[in-house]
């Protein structure tokens, strides 16, 4: 079964991973700063990052023959076997690593002829920097992609943790990147660490792990049980109000009508009056059907949510069950349904 969100489809733009990211639709000023590092204090502006990311590139061309279609490794913390087997399987032509990493890369079972340069400012055991070694005064224009190429052309290559077998390369088009950052950006109030937007082309040099993820129909199987919740939906669209910092929705089954009616618990900076009720109320009432509209809204400082970001809607079940204990069953919104 297919279910469609009640809300449009997001628009997705239709160029490469860098035109995207430093497209600036806001204006902000390339002088602005956009990162400090906590240690050393050192700081990137807008301005100054499209410029060294120019500069890398024209490095990588100029000093290890880099062009479309290669790839550089970025080691993490991994062991030796794995390390050599992503670099055997990426077709790396360059290793960037951390300084800390640096034994396990330079290891004698490592069978890879590729240049090795450090994250940070140090030379170590004759490895360089890649940024005094690669990052020169030339700058080149980054290639653009038209359309069909950015769902094709790979941008990002993540490896697996090899948990079940041989770690997978999972391949990120430049589509599957711009997808993901838009619908971020699109749904950041609803996002938490423990959030994840798939996009996938599939699994590198592995066609077999690839066709057993995707069916016939193109879809993405991620081997999750996932169930349509109608009170996220109408969460959704409370928290799309400019007045709320969050919201949640629970269901309370009237004895009266033998039913069960959503009730909304809010929470705002504003003073919590029965007016900013009533217009939150009208504002998320007109954007549903009658058999989904909320029939009360309450106030309430912080929306209880689990570890992972989960609302805890035992919790608010539990609070309404007091809230009507206290106004001895008589809710306003059960009298005037």
Do not use: W
């Amino acid at each position: 079964m297919h279910f469609k969100s009640k809300y449009p489809n997001i628009e997705i733009p239709e160029e490469g991973v860098y035109q995207f990211i430093t497209s600036n639709p806001e204006g902000i000023s390339d002088d602005n700063v956009c990162y400090i590092d906590g240690i050393t204090n050192e700081y990137y502006t807008f301005g100054k990052i499209k410029s060294e990311s120019k500069k890398f590139a024209a490095g990588l061309l100029d000093k290890v023959g880099f062009k479309r279609g290669k790839v550089t490794l970025i080691s993490s913390r991994c062991t030796p076997d794995q390390l050599s087997y992503q670099l055997a399987d990426s077709d790396s032509s360059i290793l960037i690593t951390h300084p800390d990493l640096l034994t396990t890369v330079t290891s004698s079972s490592i069978k890879a002829d590729v240049p090795i340069f450090l994250f940070g400012n140090e030379e170590i055991n004759g490895y360089k920097p890649f940024t005094s070694e690669l990052i020169k005064d030339r700058e080149i224009e980054p290639v653009t992609y038209t359309l069909e190429e950015t769902k094709v052309e790979t941008a990002y290559l993540l490896y697996s943790s090899g948990t079940t077998g041989k770690q997978k390369g999972v391949e990120i088009t430049h589509r599957n990147l711009i997808a993901s950052l838009v619908g971020f950006r699109k749904f950041e109030k609803d996002i938490n660490s423990k959030s994840v937007l798939v996009g996938v082309m599939g699994y590198r040099n592995n066609k077999d792990a690839t066709d057993t993820i995707f069916d016939k129909d193109g879809f993405l199987h991620t081997g999750d049980i996932a169930y349509v919740d109608e009170k996220a939906e109408l969460e959704e669209i409370l928290r799309t109000h400019p007045k709320l910092i969050d919201a949640a929705v629970i269901g309370y089954y009237s004895e009266q009508y033998q039913n069960e009616f959503p009730v909304a618990y809010i929470v705002t900076e504003l003073q919590k009056t029965q007016s900013l009720k009533n217009e939150i109320l009208n504002y998320a009432n007109s954007k549903l059907a009658q058999h989904e509209k909320i029939i009360d809204i309450l106030f309430i400082d912080e929306v209880p949510k689990s570890e992972s970001g989960k609302i805890l809607r035992r919790v608010l079940r539990e609070t309404l069950l007091c809230e009507l204990i206290d106004d001895q069953g008589n809710f306003n919104y059960i009298s005037s349904y």
